[in-house]
């Protein structure tokens, strides 16, 4: 537990500045603690800036991820109130549709549980679908609103939770350096790391860098096993407000839990201030591999414009690829590291950081400086991954070799013409 402040160092490193760093940045200054952010490129650089921005509890069975979720739901609201500058919330709500009976009665079944554990989720008939989307799909059999559901514009929310932070003198913002060894002590204690710039101190180390978690993990003698699910975002031309919500299949829950490698496409349509629209989301674990999957845009427009015929018209101007970090039993790992005394973990979100920043800031906040956690932290403790300890690393640190540390391939952000 850290209760104050030793001159010249700060109490916490945060490897990563995408929105899960930012956020756990934000609500560790706030409870008193001085903090030191590091990033090899810029403020979500990476799977941050090439989120769709979904704040959603609609698509979370029971259970942890889904409390943790309702918990996010109401900090952004509070977030988009105290933030200083726009993050473009809209609690726009979301829309979940099923084309046949059967996958009505299975949505209905879903949300019958989501609604015990306290997501407001209205059943919505066939013929009532078009009073929330004019422009939906025709022969629907029916679907469900969810209110909760919301949208950011991650890339600006990641920066406005770094620029509030600063803002009260007690963040250190450290963008272009790469972290090539976490320094540890005789019993593998964390002592902080080092950067192409020299070496950081600090008792206590975060890894919120995303679908680079295991990498750095790695530096620190530990394995957790993040792995990337790529995935694509069409961007259509500005247009006027043809989605009002947001506007998925049911596919796409059952997508979202699958542990299949194999690419899936679901389509997630909405709207945004600006006038395009997003159409997301396909997943595939391929590693790190980039190159364009025609056949993932292909599919992506096509189950888009069954949900928008109107969209068949239209022109898709970009497309942008990210990757989401994944763990196995798809729940990120959060708090401090059993086998590395002073690690923590913020990482491994998949496609729901955004969404569940803030609650995890709260909870690291909250871990570092003993108060009462907002929801239990067990199922997220990366001990439920321990294997044995690599070899104990001296106090100068683990040295990165090639494709370790957090080295990052070239921004996620790559756009092409389709």
């Given at each position: ?157 990641a920066a406005h939770l770094l620029r509030a932070a600063a803002d009260t003198g007690r963040l250190t913002l450290r963008l272009g350096e790469e ?240």
């Amino acid at each position: 537990m850290l209760t104050g402040h030793s001159s010249g160092s700060p109490d916490l490193i945060v490897v990563g500045a995408g929105v899960v760093g930012a956020a756990c940045a934000y609500y560790t200054v706030r409870a008193g603690l001085h903090v030191t952010v590091i990033d090899r490129g810029p403020v979500a650089g990476g799977t941050t800036g090439a989120g769709e921005g979904n704040l959603l509890v609609s698509d979370k069975e029971p259970g942890p991820e889904l409390e943790l979720a309702l918990l996010s739901a109401r900090l952004w609201h509070e977030l988009a109130a105290e933030l200083p500058a726009r993050i473009e919330y809209e609690a726009k709500g979301g829309v979940v549709v099923a084309s046949t009976e059967p996958g009505l009665a299975a949505l209905r079944n879903f949300a019958a549980g989501q609604t015990r554990a306290g997501v407001e989720a209205v059943e919505v008939p066939a013929d009532r679908l078009s009073e929330l989307e004019p422009h939906l799909a025709p022969g629907l059999a029916g679907g469900f609103h969810y209110p909760q559901d919301a949208q950011v514009q991650p890339a600006l929310a990641a920066a406005h939770l770094l620029r509030a932070a600063a803002d009260t003198g007690r963040l250190t913002l450290r963008l272009g350096e790469e972290v090539t060894a976490v320094l540890t002590g005789p019993r593998g204690e964390v002592r902080g790391v080092r950067t192409r710039r020299g070496e950081v101190r600090a008792p206590h180390v975060l890894n919120a860098a995303g679908t680079w978690g295991g990498r750095l993990a790695r530096l620190a003698g530990v394995d957790l096993p993040v792995l990337p699910r790529r995935g694509f975002v069409l961007v259509t031309e500005p247009l006027p407000r043809v989605v009002r919500h947001k506007v998925y299949s049911a596919d796409y829950v059952a997508d979202v839990a699958s542990d299949s490698a194999a690419l899936q496409t679901s389509a997630v349509v909405e709207g945004t201030p600006a006038g395009p629209v997003l159409i997301g989301a396909s997943r595939e674990r391929v590693g790190f591999d980039r190159t364009l999957s025609v056949e993932a845009l292909r599919r992506l427009a096509a189950q888009a414009v069954a949900l928008f015929p109107a969209l068949a018209t239209v022109r898709a101007i970009r497309t942008y690829a990210g990757f989401r970090p994944y763990l196995p039993d798809h729940l990120p790992a959060i708090g401090p590291d059993p086998r590395a005394p002073g690690l923590l973990h913020a990482c491994g979100h998949e496609g729901a950081g955004i969404g569940l920043a803030p609650a995890t800031g709260a909870m690291i906040a909250a871990m570092l400086t003993g108060r009462e956690l907002p929801v239990s932290a067990q199922p997220f403790g990366p001990g439920r991954f321990a294997l044995p300890r690599a070899t104990p690393t001296s106090e100068s640190g683990v040295e990165s070799g090639a494709g370790s540390g957090v080295r990052r391939p070239p921004r996620t952000t790559s756009i092409h013409d389709v």
